[in-house]
């Protein structure tokens, strides 16, 4: 009982990191004058190229014949779910841009290169010309093996690339998911945690509506949320996997724009008070880190977390949730000389951990009681999404120094526990 109980406390764990960038080399082109004669022959490489790009536009286009054309008979069934999977996640860019083709042993038509997988979903993720590799669409590195049956080219093999990017393996990429669709939220779930997706829904376009609220404050509304339910197979593979005992919900930055939630649904089964905060506060990471410059933020975790647990527990303030124990605890152990709490470490107390959550979510209580909702979402996203220092950012929001809306909060936030 004491794990289950610790374990709704720790409600979202952001994760902000980006896989490893890896520049490709030009695809190789012949390029033809007038009147130079006949065209070479297509090679090896070629024409495997020209199936992927078939393969490719079909997968948008919706037409799983014509995506299926480009994949060998044993991926089928693979390749037949992440069509539907990227279908049902409204697919609107999915490109291939090679390195350069080697040739496979013991088959002299067959060929081998290492490629990025360039995609978009629905609207949001990209919403145009990019000016850096973050602003850019999100991708995935493979190594693919196309081979030659029946006179077309097809995929044979299809391995991840040799980076190291913590996100892999993307839920679609490898085994079935299912799918329900509200007018809000889209569910994703595999076929062994089917059975969440009607109970979870109703919670989810609740909690859809609530983030919509704040989205319109900080200018960053959504299209549409997506939402994966995860038993614990995925939650230990999905996105690289969280290793956390305490964890109960992810938000994870695929690009600039496009930002996926992924509940552990073990944790939140019985607790529906726990599942409508989890939904709230992940969804709140989205609408508050929609459009970031920067993937890590991790000196200002406390607002980023903060924020996201004044979404979550609303219309409950932060001096009534259950972290309420874990804070009292932490100003009884040693005085809070700001508002802003120090962030334990990877071998601290889960209770301490529980404390960070609540005194950060009291910060912004502080702030949201003495300048209004739209002040303090415009520090928000100063501070989260343009990257401002503090000082700066409570200047242009608040028309003060920082040090003077810390000294205050310090005050107010002890006034709410002791």
Request: proline share 6%.
């Amino acid at each position: 009982m004491r794990r289950a109980f610790t374990a709704t406390l720790v409600v979202g764990v952001l994760l902000l990191t980006v896989g490893l960038v890896i520049s490709r080399p030009e695809r190789p082109r012949v390029a033809i004058a007038a009147g130079a004669g006949p065209s070479k022959p297509a090679t090896p490489f070629d024409q495997a190229l020209a199936a992927l790009e078939k393969h490719a536009e079909a997968l948008v286009a919706g037409d799983e014949q014509g995506w299926l054309a480009a994949v060998d008979t044993p991926l089928k069934t693979r390749y037949r779910n992440m069509f539907r999977s990227l279908r049902a996640l409204e697919v609107t860019r999915f490109d291939y841009e090679t390195g350069v083709g080697q040739p496979v042993k013991g088959n002299p038509t067959a060929v081998s290169f290492r490629t990025e997988v360039k995609y978009c979903l629905g609207t949001d993720m990209c919403p145009g010309k990019p000016g850096s590799e973050w602003q850019g669409p999100p991708h995935i590195e493979q190594r693919l093996i196309m081979r030659q049956v029946a006179g077309r080219y097809v995929i044979s093999t299809a391995a991840p690339g040799p980076s190291e990017d913590p996100r892999r393996p993307a839920p679609w990429e490898n085994g079935e998911l299912v799918a329900l669709r509200g007018s809000r939220v889209t569910l994703f779930a595999a076929p062994s945690q089917r059975d969440y997706l009607e109970r979870v829904l109703p919670l989810a376009e609740a909690a859809a509506r609530v983030d919509d609220r704040y989205a319109a404050l900080i200018g960053t509304q959504q299209s549409r949320y997506r939402i994966y339910l995860a038993g614990e197979a995925q939650w230990r593979s999905w996105y690289g996997g969280e290793e956390s005992d305490w964890a109960i919900g992810l938000a994870i930055p695929l690009n600039m724009y496009g930002i996926d939630v992924m509940l552990r649904m073990k944790e939140l089964d019985d607790n529906p008070v726990m599942l409508r905060v989890a939904l709230q506060h992940e969804l709140g990471h989205v609408v508050t880190l929609s459009g970031a410059y920067r993937a890590d933020a991790a000196e200002d975790t406390w607002l980023s977390e903060g924020i996201a647990e004044y979404i979550g527990w609303w219309p409950v303030g932060g001096g009534k949730t259950l972290r309420r124990g874990s804070v009292r605890w932490a100003l009884e152990k040693k005085s809070q000389k700001s508002m802003v709490p120090a962030q334990p470490g990877p071998e601290a107390a889960a209770r301490a951990g529980d404390a960070f959550y609540g005194l950060s979510h009291l910060a912004v209580d502080c702030m949201a009681e003495k300048y209004g909702d739209q002040k303090l979402f415009t520090f928000v996203r100063l501070v989260l999404t343009q990257d401002n220092e503090l000082d700066q950012a409570a200047r242009d929001a608040y028309g003060v120094p920082f040090a003077t809306v810390d000294r205050a909060c310090v005050k107010w936030v002890r006034q709410q526990v002791l």
